[in-house]
Protein backbone atom coordinates (compact mmCIF):
# COMPACT_ATOMS: atom_id res chain seq x y z
CA UNK A 1 0.00 0.00 0.00
CA UNK A 2 1.43 3.46 -0.82
CA UNK A 3 2.17 5.29 2.18
CA UNK A 4 -0.21 8.23 1.31
CA UNK A 5 -3.52 6.00 0.77
CA UNK A 6 -2.27 4.33 4.01
CA UNK A 7 -1.83 7.57 5.63
CA UNK A 8 -5.49 8.28 4.12
CA UNK A 9 -7.19 5.52 5.52
CA UNK A 10 -5.53 5.78 8.76
CA UNK A 11 -7.05 9.07 8.97
CA UNK A 12 -10.63 8.12 8.63
CA UNK A 13 -10.17 5.48 10.98
CA UNK A 14 -8.48 7.55 13.73
CA UNK A 15 -10.87 9.00 15.97
CA UNK A 16 -10.77 12.78 16.56
CA UNK A 17 -10.38 14.51 19.30
CA UNK A 18 -14.02 14.05 21.53
CA UNK A 19 -15.31 17.10 23.02
CA UNK A 20 -14.49 15.62 26.64
CA UNK A 21 -10.44 15.80 25.75
CA UNK A 22 -11.00 19.26 24.62
CA UNK A 23 -12.69 20.14 27.48
CA UNK A 24 -10.34 18.51 29.89
CA UNK A 25 -7.73 20.52 27.89
CA UNK A 26 -9.55 23.65 28.54
CA UNK A 27 -10.18 23.01 32.31
CA UNK A 28 -6.48 22.22 33.03
CA UNK A 29 -5.59 25.43 31.04
CA UNK A 30 -7.99 27.38 32.76
CA UNK A 31 -6.43 26.39 36.13
CA UNK A 32 -3.14 27.26 35.33
CA UNK A 33 -4.03 30.42 33.93
CA UNK A 34 -6.08 31.16 37.32
CA UNK A 35 -2.98 30.00 39.11
CA UNK A 36 -0.71 32.42 37.16
CA UNK A 37 -2.70 35.13 37.49
CA UNK A 38 -2.32 34.47 41.49
CA UNK A 39 1.07 34.35 41.35
CA UNK A 40 1.86 37.48 39.34
CA UNK A 41 4.75 39.11 40.95
CA UNK A 42 4.41 42.13 42.44
CA UNK A 43 6.82 45.07 41.37
CA UNK A 44 7.93 46.72 44.31
CA UNK A 45 11.37 48.26 42.72
CA UNK A 46 9.94 50.88 40.09
CA UNK A 47 12.19 50.85 36.84
CA UNK A 48 13.36 47.57 37.40
CA UNK A 49 11.35 43.89 36.54
CA UNK A 50 12.07 41.06 38.94
CA UNK A 51 16.07 39.80 37.62
CA UNK A 52 15.62 42.28 34.98
CA UNK A 53 16.69 45.34 33.57
CA UNK A 54 16.89 49.16 34.30
CA UNK A 55 13.63 50.54 32.48
CA UNK A 56 15.92 52.73 29.87
CA UNK A 57 18.12 49.31 29.13
CA UNK A 58 14.55 47.59 28.66
CA UNK A 59 13.92 50.25 25.87
CA UNK A 60 16.95 49.84 24.22
CA UNK A 61 16.44 46.12 24.36
CA UNK A 62 13.03 46.63 23.06
CA UNK A 63 14.35 48.78 20.28
CA UNK A 64 17.23 46.53 19.27
CA UNK A 65 13.96 43.19 19.43
CA UNK A 66 12.40 45.58 17.04
CA UNK A 67 15.12 46.19 14.59
CA UNK A 68 16.17 42.04 14.75
CA UNK A 69 12.55 41.00 13.95
CA UNK A 70 12.20 43.60 10.80
CA UNK A 71 15.77 41.90 9.60
CA UNK A 72 14.12 38.32 10.36
CA UNK A 73 11.27 39.25 8.96
CA UNK A 74 12.51 40.85 5.71
CA UNK A 75 15.15 37.43 6.04
CA UNK A 76 11.56 35.04 5.76
CA UNK A 77 9.97 37.04 3.23
CA UNK A 78 13.31 36.74 0.81
CA UNK A 79 14.41 33.53 1.53
CA UNK A 80 14.86 30.96 4.01
CA UNK A 81 17.91 28.95 4.02
CA UNK A 82 17.37 25.62 4.56
CA UNK A 83 19.20 26.10 7.95
CA UNK A 84 16.50 28.39 9.18
CA UNK A 85 14.22 25.21 9.27
CA UNK A 86 16.38 22.27 9.99
CA UNK A 87 19.00 24.12 12.59
CA UNK A 88 15.93 27.02 13.52
CA UNK A 89 19.09 29.21 12.79
CA UNK A 90 21.67 30.24 10.03
CA UNK A 91 25.08 29.41 11.60
CA UNK A 92 27.63 32.02 10.51
CA UNK A 93 29.34 29.83 7.79
CA UNK A 94 26.16 28.85 5.75
CA UNK A 95 26.70 31.40 2.83
CA UNK A 96 29.51 29.24 2.37
CA UNK A 97 28.53 25.34 2.17
CA UNK A 98 24.93 26.27 0.71
CA UNK A 99 24.45 25.88 -3.37
CA UNK A 100 21.44 27.51 -4.89
CA UNK A 101 18.98 26.82 -7.82
CA UNK A 102 20.48 23.24 -8.65
CA UNK A 103 18.07 22.00 -10.66
CA UNK A 104 14.54 22.04 -12.35
CA UNK A 105 12.20 20.02 -14.12
CA UNK A 106 8.37 20.87 -15.80
CA UNK A 107 5.85 18.36 -15.87
CA UNK A 108 2.07 19.17 -17.13
CA UNK A 109 0.56 21.04 -14.05
CA UNK A 110 4.09 21.37 -11.61
CA UNK A 111 7.59 22.20 -11.81
CA UNK A 112 10.10 20.74 -9.30
CA UNK A 113 13.49 22.60 -8.18
CA UNK A 114 16.18 21.60 -5.96
CA UNK A 115 16.67 25.09 -4.38
CA UNK A 116 19.19 24.31 -2.19
CA UNK A 117 21.46 22.14 -1.05
CA UNK A 118 24.59 22.12 1.35
CA UNK A 119 27.12 19.67 2.31
CA UNK A 120 28.80 20.01 6.30
CA UNK A 121 31.39 16.86 5.93
CA UNK A 122 28.69 14.70 7.66
CA UNK A 123 25.28 15.92 6.59
CA UNK A 124 23.28 16.87 3.20
CA UNK A 125 20.70 19.57 3.18
CA UNK A 126 18.42 19.88 0.45
CA UNK A 127 15.44 21.84 -0.14
CA UNK A 128 13.51 21.14 -3.06
CA UNK A 129 10.38 22.63 -4.19
CA UNK A 130 6.61 21.00 -5.73
CA UNK A 131 4.88 24.02 -7.77
CA UNK A 132 1.67 24.22 -9.44
CA UNK A 133 2.24 26.30 -11.69
CA UNK A 134 -1.45 27.46 -12.49
CA UNK A 135 -2.04 28.23 -8.30
CA UNK A 136 -3.55 31.08 -7.21
CA UNK A 137 -3.35 30.88 -3.72
CA UNK A 138 -0.66 29.94 -1.22
CA UNK A 139 -0.33 26.26 0.45
CA UNK A 140 -0.53 25.43 3.94
CA UNK A 141 -1.51 28.13 7.07
CA UNK A 142 0.32 31.28 8.13
CA UNK A 143 2.08 31.62 11.54
CA UNK A 144 2.80 34.89 11.82
CA UNK A 145 5.49 34.94 14.43
CA UNK A 146 7.50 32.47 12.94
CA UNK A 147 6.65 33.67 8.68
CA UNK A 148 6.00 29.94 8.16
CA UNK A 149 3.00 28.38 6.07
CA UNK A 150 2.24 24.86 8.36
CA UNK A 151 1.32 22.45 6.09
CA UNK A 152 -0.24 19.30 7.22
CA UNK A 153 -0.45 17.12 3.92
CA UNK A 154 1.99 15.76 1.44
CA UNK A 155 0.52 15.95 -1.69
CA UNK A 156 -1.86 18.47 -3.52
CA UNK A 157 -4.10 17.24 -6.54
CA UNK A 158 -2.27 18.54 -9.04
CA UNK A 159 1.15 16.55 -7.57
CA UNK A 160 -1.39 13.65 -8.13
CA UNK A 161 -2.71 14.37 -11.50
CA UNK A 162 1.25 14.82 -12.17
CA UNK A 163 1.96 11.86 -10.30
CA UNK A 164 5.37 13.55 -8.80
CA UNK A 165 6.50 13.87 -5.37
CA UNK A 166 8.93 11.27 -3.63
CA UNK A 167 8.15 7.73 -4.47
CA UNK A 168 10.78 5.11 -3.13
CA UNK A 169 13.15 4.68 -0.15
CA UNK A 170 16.41 5.13 -1.31
CA UNK A 171 18.18 8.09 -3.14
CA UNK A 172 21.20 7.53 -4.81
CA UNK A 173 24.49 9.68 -4.53
CA UNK A 174 27.20 9.15 -7.48
CA UNK A 175 25.46 6.26 -8.72
CA UNK A 176 25.38 4.58 -4.63
CA UNK A 177 21.99 3.44 -3.64
CA UNK A 178 21.49 5.45 0.22
CA UNK A 179 19.03 4.13 2.73
CA UNK A 180 17.03 7.02 4.97
CA UNK A 181 20.10 6.84 7.29
CA UNK A 182 19.10 7.20 11.18
CA UNK A 183 18.57 10.97 12.86
CA UNK A 184 17.31 12.19 9.44
CA UNK A 185 15.14 14.75 9.45
CA UNK A 186 13.11 16.89 7.50
CA UNK A 187 9.61 19.72 7.47
CA UNK A 188 7.25 20.20 4.58
CA UNK A 189 5.91 24.35 4.39
CA UNK A 190 3.79 26.24 2.23
CA UNK A 191 5.81 29.11 0.78
CA UNK A 192 4.38 33.13 -0.25
CA UNK A 193 4.50 31.60 -3.98
CA UNK A 194 0.80 30.37 -5.07
CA UNK A 195 0.50 26.68 -5.41
CA UNK A 196 4.41 25.95 -3.82
CA UNK A 197 5.16 23.33 -1.56
CA UNK A 198 9.05 23.34 -0.08
CA UNK A 199 10.56 20.46 1.37
CA UNK A 200 13.40 20.73 3.61
CA UNK A 201 15.42 17.51 4.23
CA UNK A 202 18.20 16.80 6.40
CA UNK A 203 20.11 13.11 6.00
CA UNK A 204 22.94 11.79 8.27
CA UNK A 205 24.67 10.38 6.03
CA UNK A 206 27.80 9.52 8.37
CA UNK A 207 24.74 6.93 9.82
CA UNK A 208 24.98 5.20 6.54
CA UNK A 209 28.37 5.43 7.27
CA UNK A 210 28.59 7.82 3.94
CA UNK A 211 31.15 10.72 3.26
CA UNK A 212 31.51 12.54 0.26
CA UNK A 213 34.00 14.45 -1.51
CA UNK A 214 34.85 16.21 -4.40
CA UNK A 215 33.67 19.26 -5.93
CA UNK A 216 31.09 17.07 -9.02
CA UNK A 217 29.08 14.52 -6.22
CA UNK A 218 25.74 13.62 -8.36
CA UNK A 219 22.96 13.49 -6.09
CA UNK A 220 19.81 12.05 -7.42
CA UNK A 221 16.58 12.07 -5.66
CA UNK A 222 13.31 10.22 -6.76
CA UNK A 223 11.38 12.97 -6.75
CA UNK A 224 10.22 13.25 -10.33
CA UNK A 225 7.30 11.07 -12.22
CA UNK A 226 6.55 7.79 -10.18
CA UNK A 227 7.72 4.97 -11.20
CA UNK A 228 6.41 1.52 -10.63
CA UNK A 229 8.32 -0.33 -7.52
CA UNK A 230 8.35 -3.47 -9.55
CA UNK A 231 10.61 -1.45 -12.09
CA UNK A 232 13.10 -0.95 -9.27
CA UNK A 233 16.21 -3.28 -10.30
CA UNK A 234 18.09 -5.10 -6.84
CA UNK A 235 21.39 -6.25 -6.92
CA UNK A 236 21.67 -9.12 -4.28
CA UNK A 237 24.98 -10.59 -5.70
CA UNK A 238 27.15 -8.65 -2.67
CA UNK A 239 26.92 -8.84 1.35
CA UNK A 240 23.72 -5.91 1.23
CA UNK A 241 20.80 -5.77 -1.54
CA UNK A 242 21.45 -3.01 -3.52
CA UNK A 243 18.52 -0.89 -5.05
CA UNK A 244 20.54 0.08 -8.80
CA UNK A 245 19.44 3.73 -10.20
CA UNK A 246 16.65 3.53 -11.78
CA UNK A 247 16.71 5.36 -15.17
CA UNK A 248 13.50 7.36 -14.87
CA UNK A 249 11.67 8.99 -12.21
CA UNK A 250 14.62 10.93 -10.25
CA UNK A 251 15.99 14.62 -9.97
CA UNK A 252 19.45 14.48 -10.58
CA UNK A 253 22.04 17.52 -9.46
CA UNK A 254 25.61 18.13 -8.85
CA UNK A 255 27.15 19.10 -5.26
CA UNK A 256 30.66 20.45 -4.58
CA UNK A 257 30.96 18.60 -1.59
CA UNK A 258 35.11 19.41 -1.03
CA UNK A 259 34.17 20.98 2.35
CA UNK A 260 35.42 18.10 4.31
CA UNK A 261 38.72 18.84 3.00
CA UNK A 262 38.79 21.84 5.66
CA UNK A 263 37.17 20.21 8.47
CA UNK A 264 38.92 19.09 11.70
CA UNK A 265 38.14 15.63 13.29
CA UNK A 266 39.73 14.83 16.46
CA UNK A 267 39.47 10.83 18.34
CA UNK A 268 39.85 12.40 21.93
CA UNK A 269 38.79 8.18 23.04
CA UNK A 270 39.66 9.19 26.64
CA UNK A 271 37.73 6.62 28.89
CA UNK A 272 35.64 6.95 31.96
CA UNK A 273 34.75 4.60 34.51
CA UNK A 274 31.09 5.94 35.36
CA UNK A 275 30.72 2.92 37.93
CA UNK A 276 28.11 1.25 35.72
CA UNK A 277 29.31 1.59 32.68
CA UNK A 278 32.58 3.16 30.71
CA UNK A 279 32.41 5.84 28.12
CA UNK A 280 35.02 7.93 26.12
CA UNK A 281 34.04 10.52 23.24
CA UNK A 282 35.11 8.04 20.06
CA UNK A 283 35.27 11.20 17.20
CA UNK A 284 34.53 14.50 17.56
CA UNK A 285 33.71 16.53 13.89
CA UNK A 286 34.42 20.33 14.02
CA UNK A 287 32.08 21.57 11.00
CA UNK A 288 31.09 24.74 9.84
CA UNK A 289 27.72 24.18 10.48
CA UNK A 290 27.45 22.20 13.42
CA UNK A 291 30.24 20.05 15.53
CA UNK A 292 29.18 16.49 15.51
CA UNK A 293 30.51 13.92 18.87
CA UNK A 294 30.64 10.19 18.92
CA UNK A 295 30.38 8.54 22.28
CA UNK A 296 31.17 5.27 22.80
CA UNK A 297 29.77 2.98 25.92
CA UNK A 298 29.59 -0.25 27.41
CA UNK A 299 27.90 -1.34 30.39
CA UNK A 300 29.33 -3.52 33.13
CA UNK A 301 27.87 -7.01 33.18
CA UNK A 302 27.07 -6.69 36.97
CA UNK A 303 25.07 -3.82 36.69
CA UNK A 304 23.04 -4.93 33.98
CA UNK A 305 22.41 -7.71 36.67
CA UNK A 306 21.72 -5.61 39.40
CA UNK A 307 19.54 -3.61 37.12
CA UNK A 308 17.42 -6.32 36.34
CA UNK A 309 16.95 -8.06 39.43
CA UNK A 310 15.66 -4.30 40.25
CA UNK A 311 13.76 -3.77 37.98
CA UNK A 312 12.65 -6.95 36.01
CA UNK A 313 13.66 -8.81 33.05
CA UNK A 314 13.00 -6.03 30.53
CA UNK A 315 10.24 -3.79 28.70
CA UNK A 316 6.53 -4.74 28.63
CA UNK A 317 3.88 -3.85 27.10
CA UNK A 318 0.33 -3.09 28.49
CA UNK A 319 -0.74 -6.43 28.38
CA UNK A 320 1.94 -7.96 29.91
CA UNK A 321 3.98 -9.06 27.14
CA UNK A 322 7.92 -8.78 27.31
CA UNK A 323 9.15 -6.63 24.02
CA UNK A 324 12.91 -6.51 24.54
CA UNK A 325 15.47 -7.12 27.66
CA UNK A 326 16.99 -4.63 29.60
CA UNK A 327 20.40 -3.64 27.98
CA UNK A 328 23.23 -1.05 28.19
CA UNK A 329 21.22 1.80 26.92
CA UNK A 330 18.55 1.40 29.77
CA UNK A 331 21.09 1.32 32.34
CA UNK A 332 22.56 4.44 31.14
CA UNK A 333 20.11 6.38 29.47
CA UNK A 334 19.11 8.35 32.61
CA UNK A 335 22.78 9.58 32.74
CA UNK A 336 23.26 10.20 28.99
CA UNK A 337 19.98 12.02 28.82
CA UNK A 338 21.41 14.75 31.42
CA UNK A 339 24.81 15.57 29.52
CA UNK A 340 25.84 18.91 28.78
CA UNK A 341 28.56 20.22 26.84
CA UNK A 342 31.05 21.82 29.66
CA UNK A 343 34.24 24.17 29.72
CA UNK A 344 37.47 23.00 31.97
CA UNK A 345 35.94 24.95 34.72
CA UNK A 346 32.43 23.17 34.64
CA UNK A 347 30.56 25.88 32.94
CA UNK A 348 28.31 24.67 30.15
CA UNK A 349 29.43 26.36 26.74
CA UNK A 350 25.99 26.78 25.62
CA UNK A 351 22.49 27.83 27.59
CA UNK A 352 20.66 23.71 27.25
CA UNK A 353 17.23 25.92 26.53
CA UNK A 354 18.68 26.96 23.28
CA UNK A 355 19.25 23.21 22.47
CA UNK A 356 16.51 22.11 23.18
CA UNK A 357 14.89 20.43 19.83
CA UNK A 358 17.43 20.57 17.68
CA UNK A 359 20.77 19.96 19.43
CA UNK A 360 22.29 17.68 22.17
CA UNK A 361 21.32 14.22 22.19
CA UNK A 362 20.31 12.85 19.12
CA UNK A 363 20.24 9.31 19.69
CA UNK A 364 22.09 6.10 21.66
CA UNK A 365 22.28 2.44 21.71
CA UNK A 366 23.71 0.27 24.04
CA UNK A 367 27.43 1.19 22.12
CA UNK A 368 27.34 4.24 21.04
CA UNK A 369 25.40 7.91 21.64
CA UNK A 370 25.43 10.93 19.30
CA UNK A 371 25.39 14.65 20.38
CA UNK A 372 25.45 17.73 17.93
CA UNK A 373 25.93 21.17 18.93
CA UNK A 374 25.84 24.64 17.27
CA UNK A 375 29.45 25.99 15.24
CA UNK A 376 31.46 27.97 17.07
CA UNK A 377 34.54 29.80 15.63
CA UNK A 378 36.25 29.34 19.37
CA UNK A 379 36.20 26.28 21.61
CA UNK A 380 36.96 26.50 24.77
CA UNK A 381 40.85 24.48 24.71
CA UNK A 382 39.03 22.00 27.36
CA UNK A 383 35.57 20.63 27.01
CA UNK A 384 33.71 17.62 28.67
CA UNK A 385 30.44 16.13 28.29
CA UNK A 386 29.10 15.96 32.14
CA UNK A 387 25.80 16.06 34.06
CA UNK A 388 25.11 19.35 35.92
CA UNK A 389 25.07 19.51 39.93
CA UNK A 390 23.82 22.63 40.59
CA UNK A 391 25.37 25.70 38.43
CA UNK A 392 28.71 23.40 37.45
CA UNK A 393 29.12 20.13 36.31
CA UNK A 394 30.03 16.67 38.13
CA UNK A 395 33.00 15.86 37.06
CA UNK A 396 33.14 12.91 38.58
CA UNK A 397 30.58 11.63 35.95
CA UNK A 398 32.09 13.72 33.01
CA UNK A 399 33.84 12.35 29.77
CA UNK A 400 36.38 14.48 28.33
CA UNK A 401 35.52 15.89 24.42
CA UNK A 402 38.90 18.44 24.46
CA UNK B 1 6.45 32.04 28.60
CA UNK B 2 3.08 33.40 29.79
CA UNK B 3 -0.17 31.96 30.57
CA UNK B 4 -1.84 32.89 27.81
CA UNK B 5 1.14 31.85 25.21
CA UNK B 6 1.09 28.57 26.82
CA UNK B 7 -2.98 27.98 26.08
CA UNK B 8 -2.56 29.20 22.85
CA UNK B 9 0.37 26.77 22.21
CA UNK B 10 -1.34 23.51 23.84
CA UNK B 11 -4.36 24.36 22.04
CA UNK B 12 -2.86 24.71 18.52
CA UNK B 13 -1.72 20.93 19.10
CA UNK B 14 -4.82 19.63 20.56
CA UNK B 15 -5.09 16.61 17.60
CA UNK B 16 -1.22 15.79 17.78
CA UNK B 17 -2.09 15.62 21.78
CA UNK B 18 -5.14 13.29 21.55
CA UNK B 19 -3.86 10.91 18.86
CA UNK B 20 -0.42 10.48 20.90
CA UNK B 21 -2.32 9.77 24.64
CA UNK B 22 -5.13 7.57 22.45
CA UNK B 23 -2.05 5.75 20.77
CA UNK B 24 -0.99 5.14 23.76
CA UNK B 25 -3.54 4.75 26.11
CA UNK B 26 -6.12 3.13 23.58
CA UNK B 27 -8.82 4.52 26.63
CA UNK B 28 -10.37 7.69 26.15
CA UNK B 29 -11.14 8.34 29.99
CA UNK B 30 -7.81 7.48 30.50
CA UNK B 31 -6.32 10.19 27.74
CA UNK B 32 -8.55 13.13 29.44
CA UNK B 33 -6.82 11.96 32.65
CA UNK B 34 -3.28 11.97 30.75
CA UNK B 35 -3.01 15.24 28.91
CA UNK B 36 -4.65 17.09 32.18
CA UNK B 37 -1.75 15.78 34.56
CA UNK B 38 1.08 16.21 31.08
CA UNK B 39 -0.25 20.42 31.07
CA UNK B 40 0.23 20.75 34.72
CA UNK B 41 3.66 18.96 34.93
CA UNK B 42 4.23 21.40 31.43
CA UNK B 43 3.91 24.40 32.69
CA UNK B 44 5.50 23.92 36.13
CA UNK B 45 8.35 23.10 33.81
CA UNK B 46 7.91 26.00 31.10
CA UNK B 47 11.33 27.36 32.35
CA UNK B 48 13.05 24.39 30.48
CA UNK B 49 11.54 25.54 27.00
CA UNK B 50 13.39 28.60 26.10
CA UNK B 51 12.67 28.23 22.10
CA UNK B 52 9.12 28.40 21.56
CA UNK B 53 9.75 27.00 18.14
CA UNK B 54 10.72 23.70 20.07
CA UNK B 55 7.12 23.59 21.70
CA UNK B 56 5.28 20.73 19.97
CA UNK B 57 8.07 18.34 20.69
CA UNK B 58 8.74 19.41 24.46
CA UNK B 59 4.99 18.94 25.09
CA UNK B 60 4.70 15.55 23.44
CA UNK B 61 7.59 14.22 24.80
CA UNK B 62 6.11 15.27 28.60
CA UNK B 63 2.46 13.95 27.59
CA UNK B 64 4.18 10.76 26.76
CA UNK B 65 6.14 10.32 29.83
CA UNK B 66 3.40 10.86 31.53
CA UNK B 67 1.69 7.81 29.43
CA UNK B 68 4.48 5.77 30.57
CA UNK B 69 3.56 7.11 33.78
CA UNK B 70 0.14 6.00 33.68
CA UNK B 71 0.83 2.59 32.04
CA UNK B 72 3.45 1.78 34.74
CA UNK B 73 0.67 2.11 37.28
CA UNK B 74 -1.73 0.14 35.82
CA UNK B 75 0.87 -2.85 35.16
CA UNK B 76 1.25 -2.34 38.66
CA UNK B 77 -2.41 -2.52 39.60
CA UNK B 78 -2.67 -6.20 37.52
CA UNK B 79 -0.74 -9.16 37.95
CA UNK B 80 1.55 -9.61 35.23
CA UNK B 81 1.29 -13.29 33.51
CA UNK B 82 4.99 -15.18 33.77
CA UNK B 83 6.29 -15.64 29.87
CA UNK B 84 5.12 -19.30 30.03
CA UNK B 85 1.48 -18.40 30.10
CA UNK B 86 1.81 -15.53 27.33
CA UNK B 87 -0.80 -16.03 24.68
CA UNK B 88 0.82 -17.43 21.53
CA UNK B 89 -0.87 -14.75 18.34
CA UNK B 90 -2.73 -17.13 15.77
CA UNK B 91 -1.74 -16.26 12.13
CA UNK B 92 -4.40 -14.00 10.69
CA UNK B 93 -5.94 -16.02 7.84
CA UNK B 94 -8.44 -13.48 7.03
CA UNK B 95 -7.20 -9.65 6.22
CA UNK B 96 -8.46 -7.48 8.84
CA UNK B 97 -9.98 -4.44 9.26
CA UNK B 98 -7.34 -1.70 9.79
CA UNK B 99 -8.68 0.32 12.64
CA UNK B 100 -8.98 -3.24 14.42
CA UNK B 101 -5.38 -4.42 13.15
CA UNK B 102 -4.26 -0.74 14.51
CA UNK B 103 -5.79 -1.49 18.09
CA UNK B 104 -4.03 -4.81 18.36
CA UNK B 105 -0.83 -3.62 17.81
CA UNK B 106 1.13 -2.55 20.82
CA UNK B 107 1.55 1.08 22.49
CA UNK B 108 4.97 1.37 21.52
CA UNK B 109 4.33 0.40 17.84
CA UNK B 110 0.68 2.39 17.40
CA UNK B 111 2.37 5.42 18.59
CA UNK B 112 5.04 5.14 16.15
CA UNK B 113 2.82 4.46 12.99
CA UNK B 114 0.53 7.63 14.47
CA UNK B 115 2.95 9.66 15.22
CA UNK B 116 4.83 9.11 11.47
CA UNK B 117 2.32 8.36 9.12
CA UNK B 118 -0.64 10.75 10.43
CA UNK B 119 1.55 13.51 12.05
CA UNK B 120 3.56 12.87 9.19
CA UNK B 121 6.64 12.99 11.77
CA UNK B 122 10.38 12.23 10.68
CA UNK B 123 12.26 9.24 13.10
CA UNK B 124 14.74 11.81 14.44
CA UNK B 125 11.48 14.11 15.42
CA UNK B 126 9.40 11.02 17.19
CA UNK B 127 12.87 9.69 18.41
CA UNK B 128 12.97 13.79 20.37
CA UNK B 129 9.10 13.39 21.05
CA UNK B 130 9.78 10.21 23.14
CA UNK B 131 12.87 10.53 24.06
CA UNK B 132 14.03 6.68 22.51
CA UNK B 133 16.93 6.32 20.27
CA UNK B 134 16.15 6.73 16.42
CA UNK B 135 17.43 3.12 15.68
CA UNK B 136 14.59 2.29 18.43
CA UNK B 137 11.98 4.44 16.42
CA UNK B 138 12.97 2.64 13.43
CA UNK B 139 12.91 -0.94 14.44
CA UNK B 140 9.65 -0.14 16.17
CA UNK B 141 8.60 1.00 12.77
CA UNK B 142 9.77 -2.36 10.98
CA UNK B 143 8.25 -4.23 13.66
CA UNK B 144 4.87 -2.63 13.02
CA UNK B 145 4.71 -2.44 9.59
CA UNK B 146 5.15 -5.95 9.83
CA UNK B 147 2.38 -6.33 12.24
CA UNK B 148 0.28 -4.93 10.03
CA UNK B 149 0.97 -6.35 6.90
CA UNK B 150 0.08 -9.74 8.45
CA UNK B 151 -3.16 -8.44 10.05
CA UNK B 152 -3.65 -6.31 6.57
CA UNK B 153 -2.45 -9.04 4.41
CA UNK B 154 -0.68 -5.93 2.70
CA UNK B 155 3.06 -4.27 2.92
CA UNK B 156 2.98 -0.38 3.81
CA UNK B 157 5.04 1.67 1.85
CA UNK B 158 8.15 3.29 4.10
Known amino acids: MKKEEFRKQLHAETPEPPDHFELAMQRELSRISAEAQAEAPVRTQPGRIRGGLPRKAILIAMIVAMLAGAVALASTLLKQNVFELILWDSPENADSVIQYDLAKESFDECDVEIKQAAYDGVSLYIVYSIRERGATETLGEYEEETGLYYYGGQTFPAMERDQIGWWTDQFWIDGRDVDMPSMSTGMIVGSDTPGELLFYNMYRLDQEDIYLDGKNVEIALPIGRQQPHDTLVIDRSGDKPVTLKPGKGLITFHLDCSVRDGITITHPNVEADLGTHTAKVAEVTYSPIQMYATMSLQVKQEALDAFTAQYGEGWYDSEGNLMWPYSGMDVFGDWIATLQLVDGDGVPVFDPADLAGVYGLGGYGDNAAWFTFPYLETWPDEMYLAPMDGDTADFTQAVRLK | ?158
Open chain 2, 1 to 158: MDAATFQTEAMKHKRLLWRVSWSMLNRQEDCDDAIQEALARAWKQRNTLRNPRAFRPWLVRILTNTCHDMIRRQMKQKALPLDDEAVAIEPFTDPVPLREAIDRLSPEHRTVIILHYLEGASVREIAGMLGIPSGTVKSRLLYARQNLREMLHESIDD
